[in-house]
């Protein structure tokens, strides 16, 4: 079992930056490959981002290339997602997932996280 846990969501206004973590804890001798997905009210859970268990591989939504920056530190079991020059909508609950494939489908991840409220005011 893997337990995530994130943090760092919060208020900010459009343009502004947040790094959110996701601090991994269980089962972790073997790193996971993580995502980032985030759902906003009345919509559907989206991909944001991923990255491999050594941190060598990277993908990001079309619409977070630039902007949103995953990375991990395998050392303090944790992942981060830079995101800069926000918009209102990527107003949503974000949450950090583990698996042991990496992709781009939620379905592909095992463990997840209870989320972080992350809003953009205009």
């Known amino acids: 079992q893997v337990q995530l846990v ?13 790094r959110l973590s996701c601090a991994a804890s269980g089962r972790t001798s073997s790193p996971y490959h993580m995502g980032w ?14 990255i491999s268990g050594g941190g060598g591989t990277t993908r990001y939504a079309d619409s ?3 902007r949103f920056t995953i990375s991990r530190d395998n050392a303090k079991n944790t ?3 830079q995101m800069n020059s926000l918009k209102p909508e990527d107003t949503a609950v974000y949450y950090c997932a583990a698996s042991r494939v990496i992709g ?3 379905r ?15």
């Open 64 to 66: 977070m290339k630039g």
């Open 6 to 18: 994130e943090s760092g969501g919060g208020l900010v206004q459009a343009g502004g930056s947040l």
């Open 37 to 50: 997905f985030r759902q906003a009210p009345g919509k559907e859970r989206e991909f944001v981002a991923t």
């Open 104 to 106: 781009l489908n939620s």
């Open 79 to 81: 992942v981060y997602l």
């Open 108 to 122: 592909a991840y095992d463990y997840w996280g209870q989320g972080t409220q992350v809003t953009v005011s205009s």
